[in-house]
């Protein structure tokens, strides 16, 4: 992306530094729909990063993001994981200095207040000792809180109030009401003569450790990214001129003859041209069995060649590889919000106000009605409330679960394009199937072959693909395949020709020979009487016969048939076990959809529907009150994906039909429906997990921080103690979300 205006189908992703809570979040956010031709703009606080979509230039929306205290970095191509994943380091290692110089001030301060090794306030000695510690805390204020007090007075400045609001109000008063104790010491009760400095350097040093960590622990969310990312080879043989050059990835074109040699990750998309290989495509799968490559087959970016070398012609290079797809889907859906985080996000914009307001009355009913020294409980009080408020956790609870679940959805060949699906899945009770190419293998085989008398099954698949060689018909290819697979030579033929909607006819060793379907037996006048109750039972079988008469006579069958993949029928099971129902939505007839069920263990079907009457079924369902699942090939299911509560396109990695779904899968195994259903569950379950905690955290730490407990328990908390029981809990929800990583 460079900076000029980029049209509303080009996302433009954004690095946002500054961003320290969820109400950070809406203030990205409004900053940047602020700016003229701004369509929408959606900001994940777990990986600090926004996409915009809409005509703009980049170089504006980074000037709205420093106007509202925020810094930016445009993110190009599928690389940047790696200089974003620097950025969080830096930001780590100076988030650790921070909290290093915050706390070698105020670990000894709060030892020596602990043990009364400190000068009293009002002494001479104490005005020295306390002048000095003052100077070095306002200094420590700078360099560990600087960026606190910032980003406070530009929230300030838009009349917006945020974490940094707090954490500014908090230990900025601190220090404020210490230095005029240093002076006005006499002035005070007796039990009020306390300096806080070490509660204000303590604050920040724990805030900034915890921001650290989980700086670090967020980084581990990525890691899907980081790996996919590594999955693109540097560096390619091109062949020009008879010549082969390594040269930069990004150097290659289209059209270029690419050499890949065993054991090297292929550099872009492409055919083979020439040689032949095994391929582990587990990346783009999940499965780990290698795939057998020969000429004119497609390859893809990022997949392994184990064993042999090929020449490959390049299809799709940079951004528009499969690769580049998976990666810009994967961020996509984690930088997306499901309808749960948006109840975080209007919560985080009412939540700061309030908590400034709690502290408020808190500090005015400690200094009405509070023992003595009113005061000094009342500043204590409220700074506490202001410090263990802070709204991190609230802001972490979804898009660190999303982050991980989508990764980890994407490491088993599952590509989730919006958190909303991810939050929908898991809650599917009906799952309407495809046939073709979904609950079948979506590629004719040969079932069977049969001769009379003397024609055995050997010569009757030699004749038949004798014929087939010369024809066009997706079957002719199936005959072919079989008689490659027995090692059967096709027959040679002569005078061949297609009869359009019945077969082919063609002459062997001076004979008249036919291949069709019955109707041209009967065109023909060919007694099928022998055949009639064999054909009966493989068309009930759901299989398409083809005869083979010779001068008049039927002398064998062949019947092909589009077979059940290994695993549809394991995976169905798996889904009616759950209590889903499950549905087979096909354009076939009545006999074929019945028995394509009937193996596969589907109880209902809809046969003889139009592609664009299957939407119509998916509606009749939801209308039932139905939550429904699509499940497609993605692009003539398209009508009814969209129209389901959650579509899933399923297909190979080359065809993933990524604009038709919510959900693609990239290989072509039914098994991963019911595992997307299940981390949808999974994610779902820790995202309610993760907001239990945060909300339970500030439900039961304001009150208490408040002084609730005081009256009946003396239990007051202090403000260093409010400091680290924040931090933590934003350590504690990254660390729940990255459970999803075992599952």
């Known amino acids: 992306m460079t900076a000029t205006a980029a049209d509303d189908r080009t996302p433009i992703r954004l690095s946002v530094l500054g961003m320290r809570c969820a109400g950070c979040v809406q203030s990205v956010e409004d900053a940047l729909k ?24 980049p170089a504006v929306l980074k000037a709205a993001l420093l106007d509202a205290g925020y810094d930016g970095a445009v993110m190009e191509g599928i690389e940047d994981a790696g200089a974003q994943e620097e950025l969080e380091e830096q930001r780590y290692h100076d988030l650790m200095k921070k909290a290093l110089v915050a706390g070698a001030l105020g670990i000894p301060l709060m030892l020596g207040a602990h043990l009364n090794w400190l000068p009293e306030l009002g002494t001479p000695a104490g005005t020295r000792f306390w002048t000095l510690v003052s100077l070095m805390t306002l200094g420590i204020l700078y360099y560990a809180g600087g960026h606190f007090f910032r980003g406070a007075l530009k929230s300030f400045q838009h009349r917006q109030a945020n974490m940094d609001t707090l954490i500014a109000l908090g230990t900025g008063a601190a220090w404020f009401y210490s230095t005029i104790a240093i002076d006005y010491a006499a002035l005070l009760p007796a039990a009020a003569k306390h300096a806080y400095f070490e509660a204000a350097v303590i604050i920040l040093a724990f805030i900034n450790f915890g921001q650290a960590l989980e700086t670090r622990a967020r980084g581990k969310t990525s890691s899907a990214i980081r790996e996919l990312v590594g999955l693109q080879p540097r560096t390619a043989r091109v ?95 984690q930088a997306s919000k499901p309808e749960i985080a948006r109840l975080a996000d209007r919560i985080a914009a009412v939540f700061v106000p309030a908590v400034v307001a709690i502290a408020v009355v808190a ?84 079932a069977v072959v049969e001769g009379i008398d003397e024609w055995s099954e050997q010569r009757v698949l030699g004749w038949a693909a004798g014929l087939e060689k010369g024809s066009e018909h997706p079957l002719a290819a199936a005959v072919l395949a079989a008689a490659v697979a027995k090692g059967v030579e096709p027959a040679s ?6 009869i359009p909607g019945y077969g082919v006819e063609g002459r062997i060793d001076g004979q008249a020979v036919l291949l069709g379907n019955p109707a041209l037996m009967r065109e023909r006048a060919v007694d099928g009487g022998r055949f009639e109750q064999r054909l009966a039972e493989l068309t009930a079988l759901g299989q398409t016969p083809m005869l083979l008469a010779v001068n008049g006579l039927l002398v064998g069958l062949v019947t092909v048939a589009d077979p059940i993949k290994p695993d549809s029928k394991q995976a169905i099971a798996r889904l009616k076990s759950a209590g889903v129902r499950v549905l087979m939505v096909t354009g076939d007839n ?27 079924v998916v509606r009749v369902l939801q209308d039932q009150g139905a939550t429904v699942g699509m499940v497609g090939d993605g692009i003539n299911d ?15 990695g080359t065809d993933i039909a990524i604009e038709s779904a919510d959900v693609v899968i990239m290989a072509g195994s039914l098994s991963k429906v019911p595992e997307a259903m299940h981390l949808s569950q999974a994610t779902l379950k820790n995202i309610k997990q993760n907001f239990f905690g945060a909300f339970l955290y500030n439900a039961l730490a304001i009150p208490v921080a408040a002084g609730l407990l005081y009256p009946m328990f003396g239990l007051l908390l202090n403000p260093m103690i409010a400091g680290a029981a924040m931090a933590m809990s934003s350590v504690t929800v990254v660390t729940n979300a990255n459970r999803l990583r075992w599952l």
């Open 363 to 446: 500090f005015l009913i400690w200094w009405m009605v509070g023992p003595d020294p009113s005061f000094g409980y009342a500043f204590v009080a409220a700074m506490t409330v202001l410090v263990i408020a802070c709204p991190c956790a609230l802001g972490l609870a979804t898009p660190i679960s999303v982050m991980v679940g989508v990764g980890k959805a994407a490491q088993k060949g599952i590509l989730i394009r919006n958190g909303d699906a991810l939050q929908t899945a898991g809650k599917l009770d009906c799952i309407v199937l495809d046939k073709t190419g979904t609950v079948t293998a979506g590629k004719p085989t040969v």
């Open 638 to 652: 398209a009508p009814a994906l969209a129209q389901a509560n959650v579509g899933f396109a399923i297909g190979t």
């Open 493 to 498: 033929v002569d005078g061949f020709a297609a």
């Open 34 to 57: 602020a700016v003229a031709g701004v369509e929408t703009a959606e900001v994940n606080f777990g990986d600090h990063t926004a996409v915009v979509r809409g005509a703009v230039d």
């Open 590 to 616: 009545e006999v074929t959809a019945r028995a394509i069920a009937e193996a596969a263990g589907i109880d209902e079907i809809r046969a003889q529907v139009l592609p664009a009457d299957k939407a119509a």
């Open 239 to 333: 062949v020009r001129e008879g010549r082969e050059l390594d040269i930069p990835i990004a150097d290659v074109g289209l059209e270029e003859t690419v050499r890949v040699r065993s054991g090297e990750k292929i550099p872009v998309d492409g055919v083979v041209l020439e040689g032949h290989s095994s391929v582990d495509e587990s990346m783009l799968t999940g499965e780990p069995m290698p795939v057998e490559k020969a000429p004119g087959e497609e390859v893809v970016a990022g997949t392994l060649n184990q064993s042999g070398t090929f020449l490959l012609k390049t299809t799709r290079i940079g951004r528009d590889t499969v690769l580049a797809q998976i990666i810009a889907s994967v961020r996509q859906a």
